[in-house]
């Protein structure tokens, strides 16, 4: 047994080697696809949560629109440092190079603390 064994080995060696070699590539790829995920996903979530780290509420409406009335009721609740009215809206827009792509516009609040 042991004798056909190493024959077959022998007789096989490249397929051996072949197989070896596909399995470590297969690791290695999965290996860095599983280290640059977690770090992506940490910036990610820190981009978007970034206009909202100060912040103790967040009111939005169904409609995407909140009037300045609705703003200078907030202000006036006792308790409240500081309100901004933030918008953004998404345009197609070409970059140098003629490159047609998708950028997002946002307005910064004016208060500090925010």
Do not use: C, F, W
Not at 26 to 35: C, K, Q
């Amino acid at each position: 047994m042991r004798r056909i064994l190493t024959a077959s080995l022998r007789g096989h060696a490249r397929r051996l080697v072949a197989g070896g070699i596909a399995i470590v590539l297969s690791v290695a790829y999965l290996s860095a696809v599983i280290i640059t995920t977690g770090p992506m996903n940490a910036a990610l979530g820190k981009a978007v949560a970034a206009p909202y780290t100060n912040a103790d509420l967040v009111v939005t409406t169904s409609s995407g629109e909140l009037s300045a009335g609705v703003v200078r009721a907030l202000r006036q609740v006792d308790g409240v440092a500081a309100v901004g009215l933030s918008t953004s809206t998404g345009v197609e827009a070409t970059y140098p190079g003629g490159t047609p792509g998708y950028a997002v516009i946002s307005a910064v609040p004016a208060d500090q603390e925010l």
